[in-house]
């Protein structure tokens, strides 16, 4: 009776993995072909648009648009370390851009006494010593190895960015 109950729990196991299977893999079909109709729908509304269009139609397409974006992502998610680097080299340049704008060759206007600057050029400080320590930790060559996985670093990338910012506003009040 024993072996009996082991193999109907066994049997019943099996079937519910591989039905659960079967599921998963008709969900992600069924998004496939979701997106190829969507991407379909979305090239025939964009033709249309480049003819004659109007606002109602406009706006489908618009929608169409985000919907296809919206399940590409779904089907084929960004690497976190590759985001990471994107954002990364973003912010770089932006800081570069805030500081030759205080630090560049026609800044005969800026007063350095002046303490809304200092605390400008201290944050700008602030936000080299993040995309270092940042390109330090992502490349591995960080002095003691956090072993942080990519997303975490990401999170933590955008969590100070956000406390920087916040500390930037402040400076402009």
Same mark, same amino acid.
């Given at each position: 009776?024993?072996?009996?109950?082991? *193999?109907?729990?066994?049997? =019943?196991?099996?079937?519910?993995?591989? +039905?659960?299977?079967?599921?998963?893999? %008709?969900?992600?079909? %069924?998004?496939?072909?979701? *997106?190829?109709?969507?991407?379909?729908?979305?090239?025939?509304?964009?033709?249309?648009? %480049?003819?004659?269009?109007? &606002?109602?139609?406009?706006?489908?397409?618009?929608?169409? +648009?985000?919907?296809?974006?919206?399940?590409?992502? /779904?089907?084929?998610? /960004? %690497?976190?370390?590759?985001?990471?680097?994107?954002?990364? +080299?973003?912010?770089?340049?932006?800081?570069?851009?805030?500081?030759?704008?205080y630090k560049g060759e026609n800044v005969e206007e800026? &007063?350095?006494?002046?303490?809304?600057?200092?605390?400008?050029?201290?944050?700008?400080?602030?936000?080299?010593?993040?995309? $270092?320590?940042?390109?330090?930790?992502? +490349?591995?060559?960080?002095?003691?190895?956090?072993?942080?996985?990519?997303? $975490? =670093?990401?999170?933590?990338?955008?969590? /100070?960015?956000?406390? =920087?910012? &916040?500390?930037?506003? &402040?400076?402009?009040?």
């Open positions: 009776m024993r072996k009996l109950n082991k *193999l109907l729990v066994v049997t =019943l196991s099996a079937a519910a993995s591989l +039905s659960l299977g079967i599921i998963g893999v %008709d969900a992600y079909a %069924d998004k496939q072909q979701r *997106l190829a109709q969507m991407e379909k729908e979305f090239k025939e509304q964009e033709e249309i648009l %480049d003819k004659k269009y109007t &606002d109602k139609q406009e706006k489908k397409v618009k929608d169409l +648009s985000w919907e296809v974006g919206k399940l590409k992502k /779904e089907l084929h998610p /960004e %690497d976190p370390e590759e985001v990471l680097k994107r954002k990364l +080299s973003a912010f770089k340049q932006m800081t570069l851009i805030h500081e030759n704008s800026v &007063d350095f006494n002046d303490p809304k600057v200092i605390k400008v050029l201290e944050a700008i400080e602030k936000r080299k010593q993040l995309i $270092e320590r940042m390109e330090n930790e992502l +490349s591995g060559n960080a002095k003691l190895t956090t072993g942080k996985s990519a997303q $975490e =670093l990401l999170d933590e990338f955008e969590q /100070e960015k956000m406390e =920087l910012s &916040d500390t930037t506003k &402040d400076t402009r009040e």
